[in-house]
């Protein structure tokens, strides 16, 4: 089974940038999309954004376009998420999710998505 692993998370003061990094194995041809999610404290898990790293189609939450950005190294089996302009909103712990759907053909609902990783905290504060 597909396995996932975080990275990156820490304390940012507002205004700063992250880069997060998801680290894939076991990855198999089921595997179509990784995506990256966020729980902040008292709320449910919310998309972020997705990627399908066969043909580089990604998907955003509409809220989330302009400040992330969700690519992959294909060579280092990696699927990074690069925040900017960090706000105390964005603290959350962000997860990365494997699927057996294509970008294309679905929505950034958690049901899509079968296997999570530990997740690794992001906090924004001065």
């Known amino acids: 089974q597909v396995q996932l692993v975080e990275s990156g998370g820490g304390l940012v003061q507002p205004g700063g940038s992250l880069n997060l990094s998801c680290q894939v194995s076991r990855f198999t041809v089921d595997e179509k999309t990784i995506g990256w999610f966020r729980r902040a404290p008292g709320k449910a898990r919310e998309g972020v954004a997705c990627?399908?790293?066969?043909?580089?189609?990604?998907l955003y939450d509409d809220s989330k376009k302009g400040r992330f950005t969700i690519s992959t190294d294909n060579a280092k089996n990696t699927v990074y998420l690069q925040i900017r302009s960090l706000e105390p909103e964005d603290t959350a712990v962000y997860y990365c999710g494997a699927s057996h759907y294509y970008a294309a053909h679905m929505d950034l609902r958690p049901g899509f998505f079968h296997t999570w990783g530990q997740g690794t905290q992001v906090t924004v504060s001065s």
């Open positions: 990627i399908s790293p066969h043909d580089g189609y990604t």
